[in-house]
Nanobody
Framework: QVALVESGGGLVQAGGSLRLSCAAS????????MGWFRQAPGKEREFVAG????????YYADFVKGRFTISRDNAKNTAYLQMSGLKPEDTAVYYC??????????????????WGKGTLVTVSS
């Protein structure tokens, strides 16, 4: 079983950038595909980006294409979400999650096996 811990959230002005990290422990990160998700107050958790075990396959929600980049460093057992061009509507708790179906980059929140506890991103206008 893998444990996931997100970090890197905070308060940023609109147009700014943040890099979120997801550190894994207990198992090798390369055993999993990874996804980033977010949940704004009063809304359902939604898919943001996914990456397969090797990093060669990625998938993004339409609302972040061209602004966010998902990546991973298996040697460091860490996945990342680089966010730029942030908008107030990006304000949410961001979660990383791991899927044992490691060959396929996640496309949605269903089927993810392990979740972190989240990190809050607040974008001011």
């Amino acid at each position: 079983q893998v444990a996931l811990v997100e970090s890197g959230g905070g308060l940023v002005q609109a147009g700014g950038s943040l890099r979120l990290s997801c550190a894994a422990s207990g198992r090798r990160l390369s055993d999993y595909s990874m996804g980033w998700f977010r949940q704004a107050p009063g809304k359902e958790r939604e898919f943001v980006a996914g990456i397969n075990w090797s990093g060669r396959s990625t998938y993004y929600a339409d609302f972040v294409k061209g602004r966010f980049t998902i990546s991973r460093d298996n040697a460091k057992n860490t996945a990342y979400l680089q966010m730029s061009g942030l908008k107030p509507e990006d304000t949410a708790v961001y979660y990383c999650a791991a899927d044992t179906n490691y060959m396929v980059a996640p496309h949605n929140r269903y089927g993810m096996d392990y979740w972190g506890k989240g990190t809050l991103v607040t974008v001011s206008s």
